[in-house]
């Protein structure tokens, strides 16, 4: 049951909109961990009551919290507490499968693509590839947690001609990182990194299980060795839903 107070009670004569009162009252209650992940809200009539505000305020909250992700609805259900974005710190250099671990997840993979294939410029750009290479071995793969899809990872990698990476070694590892720190000794060391904003078109919704047009995260980063040569450029495509980047700044 939601407990209310006088600091997160509904404020009729406040200037801010009630609906925007009602909505961060119940996203504090959700990042305090009173409503935890798929807890279920009380009906619109109940908070209704709590909050004695108008049936249209609460809808209009709901709306909201709904639009931000912090909460679901189901059909016939009701509306339940979303499951909060993963995060990931923007000075630490891990993996996918690392990172997935650290936070109490199974990661996962599914393998779409794996050839060499000529490089475009971009990519020799990022590489600092020689005019004398021809080849860079493409890696595509769609990556889970939990068996949910967070992420589309494209991996390209300037491997030499007998550095050959097979599907059954990629699965058998898990982390691609540590599979090319055993096979051919390349550590990472340090990356330079973007990140931006952009939206799904139809393949990577379908594959991402969301709506053409959703917001992704775009990360692209160039990874050099710990001999400080450029050893991969990875473009990752995450869910804006289930994702999100921190960082802690100083002064």
Not at 19 to 25: F, H, I, N, R, S
Not at 27 to 41: C, F, G, M, W, Y
């Amino acid at each position: 049951m939601i407990k209310v107070n006088r600091l997160n009670r509904v404020d009729p004569f406040s200037a801010v909109p009630k609906y925007y009162q009602l909505a961060e009252g119940l996203r504090q209650k959700i990042e305090n961990e009173d409503l935890k992940p798929h807890d279920a809200l009380p009906s619109e009539r109940e908070l209704e009551a709590i909050y004695a505000v108008s049936r249209t305020t609460v809808r209009e909250a709901l709306n909201y919290l709904t639009k931000q992700r912090h909460i679901y609805r189901e059909r016939g259900r009701g509306t339940f507490v979303a499951r909060p974005k993963m995060r990931h710190s923007l000075h630490l250099l891990q993996s996918f499968t690392d990172d997935m671990k650290a936070r109490g997840y199974a990661a996962g993979q599914l393998i779409l693509e794996l050839e060499r294939v000529a490089p475009p410029l971009s990519i020799r750009k990022q590489l600092e590839l020689s005019p004398e290479t021809d080849y860079v071995v493409k890696l595509e793969r769609l990556r889970y947690a939990d068996s949910e899809p967070i992420g589309i990872h494209t991996a390209y990698l300037p491997l030499l001609p007998d550095q050959v990476l097979t599907m059954d070694d990629i699965l058998a590892f898990g982390s691609l990182s540590a599979l090319l720190e055993s096979r051919f000794n390349l550590i990472p060391g340090e990356a330079n990194q973007t990140i931006e904003a952009t939206v799904a078109n139809e393949r990577e919704a379908a594959l991402l299980e969301m709506k053409k047009g959703s917001p992704l995260l775009l990360v692209e980063r160039t990874t050099l060795s710990h001999q400080r040569h450029p050893m991969e450029f990875v473009k990752m495509l995450y869910r804006a839903d289930r994702y999100k980047y921190y960082m802690h700044i100083n002064r």
